[in-house]
């Protein structure tokens, strides 16, 4: 009986440790998509692009008095990070194998072209990649974030987002069009049911291109969604 016991907690510190979750989509000056990023069990949020590649990790830095707030620096994290050996296969060795608890897996040399080198696994949560015949555009981009479908505008679209990332899941993201105001065309119009409006070249020299409705930072279906 206390064997059965000793079983149940393990089972538990295993799982937990594996557990993360996709937290954050972000963008920059209100258009062009920036990162992806992982929250684990340890609060460590690792910042992926859309090809697949650790951009940074850290804690994040927020304010009690500004729901808008956002720190584009991460603070550093000192826990435990490891790399592969030198002896690892070619398109991984030297890239981190773990933040903490969530250890990473990459696609090998021997994978198809636009997947090799790439995250295949962080943790619980698996990767996958669109390949080169379904559309140029988007070869090599994130197709899957665990549950969570990744796509994107294709090259058949409109000039001003082709390319840009269009669902997270359930979630549909919107662009102004190439023909809207020079200074908002390409610029997210809506995430989700979230709508966004922003001064254009009409309006005072000083607001011309700021957001003018909508949060900047605001959880959606789950995820949190920061425009910077």
Known sequence: ????????????IYFNGA???????TFS??????????????NILIRISDDGKIL???????????????????????????????TA??????????IGSCFFMYYSSKDYPEKVGKIKSAGNLSFDYYEKYQDA????KIKNIGSSAISYYTSYDNDAFKGK???????LIEYYFSFDDALIKGKVKRIGG??????TSADRREFQGAIKSGYQRQQINGITYILW
């Not at 009986?1 to 538990?12: A, D, F, G, Q």
């Not at 555009?137 to 090599?140: I, Y």
Request: charged share 15%; proline share 2%; glycine share 6%.
């Open 29 to 42: 000056n209100g258009a062009v998509f920036s990162w992806f990023s992982l929250l684990t069990n340890q």
């Open 194 to 199: 979230a709508y966004y409006t922003w001064y």
């Open 165 to 171: 990332l269009k669902m997270v899941g359930q979630t």
């Open 56 to 86: 940074e990790y850290g804690t994040e830095e927020s304010s009690y008095y500004n729901k808008n707030y956002f720190a584009p620096k991460l603070v550093h994290w000192s826990g435990s990070v490891n790399y592969y050996e030198q």
């Open 1 to 12: 009986m206390k064997k059965r016991y000793l079983i149940i907690p393990c089972l538990v």
């Open 89 to 98: 296969d070619s398109a991984y060795r030297g890239k981190v194998k773990n």
């Open 137 to 140: 555009l988007t070869a090599g």
């Open 19 to 25: 557990a993360q979750h996709l937290s954050q989509v």
